[in-house]
T-cell receptor, first 113, second 115 residues
Framework: GAVVSQHPSWVICKSGTSVKIECRSLDFQATTMFWYRQFPKQSLMLMATSNEGSKATYEQGVEKDKFLINHASLTLSTLTVTSAHPEDSSFYIC?????????FGQGTRLTVV | QQQVKQSPQSLIVQKGGISIINCAYENTAFDYFPWYQQFPGKGPALLIA?????SEKKEGRFTISFNKSAKQFSLHIMDSQPGDSATYFC??????????????FGQGTTLQVKP
């Protein structure tokens, strides 16, 4: 299957700082990517749809100014958690679809201390 | 309308047994129904997917059964193995034929296969 790679796999940051997570489609071009958040023992909650060359579409209840998304190329989308707080600690996962099938990155475990 | 309801929340099966996980949806616009397997600390991995024009799809030990009229679909894992112990998610998309349709996930089922 297609490969979607996320970096970093885990990150620890201090409260109030910003963290950037990268999502790359390694063997295909993705005009659309998706960002999910997953709390322990819970399902994946869609945060936003990242569109190459245009603004991201955020799901209801997701703060646009806190979770900045940039999709500057056909293979790279970034999620920046700004002014992170402990409640932002979570598992963040990106996804891209190829030939209509959705493939996921390995996830990024963010811990804010 | 956008929800996908998954059951059971957890499941314990003996090695060699059949694991069955069920999902139900409301939105008739959904036209793509994948199942994902997730191990702790990893992203979900696509197992098998089905579209509404077929009632069953089988890949190895994994089978999806789809009932369009009942708006239900299920995953059957035959000859379950301890290595199958993971969390399974069903999902649905209202735009399955494109690369832009978002996936709506079920709540997940934690499967434990006892040796």
């Amino acid at each position: 299957g297609a490969v979607v790679s996320q970096h970093p796999s885990w990150v620890i940051c201090k409260s109030g700082t910003s963290v950037k997570i990268e999502c790359r489609s390694l063997d295909f071009q993705a005009t659309t990517m998706f960002w999910y958040r997953q709390f322990p023992k819970q399902s994946l909650m869609l945060m936003a749809t990242s569109n190459e060359g245009s603004k991201a579409t955020y799901e209801q209840g997701v703060e646009k100014d806190k979770f900045l998304i940039n999709h500057a190329s056909l293979t790279l989308s970034t999620l920046t958690v700004t002014s992170a707080h402990p409640e932002d600690s979570s598992f963040y996962i990106c996804s891209a679809r190829r030939l209509s099938e959705a493939f996921f990155g390995q996830g990024t475990r963010l811990t804010v201390v | 309308q956008q929800q996908v309801k998954q059951s059971p929340q957890s499941l314990i099966v003996q090695k060699g047994g059949i694991s069955i996980i069920n999902c139900a949806y409301e939105n008739t616009a959904f036209d793509y129904f994948p199942w994902y397997q997730q191990f702790p600390g990893k992203g979900p991995a696509l197992l098998i997917a089905i579209r509404p024009d077929v009632s069953e799809k089988k890949e190895g030990r994994f089978t999806i059964s789809f009932n369009k009229s009942a708006k239900q679909f299920s995953l059957h894992i035959m000859d379950s193995q301890p290595g199958d112990s993971a969390t399974y998610f069903c999902a649905a998309s209202p735009d399955g034929s494109s690369n832009t349709g978002k996936l709506i996930f079920g709540q997940g089922t934690t499967l434990q296969v006892k040796p």
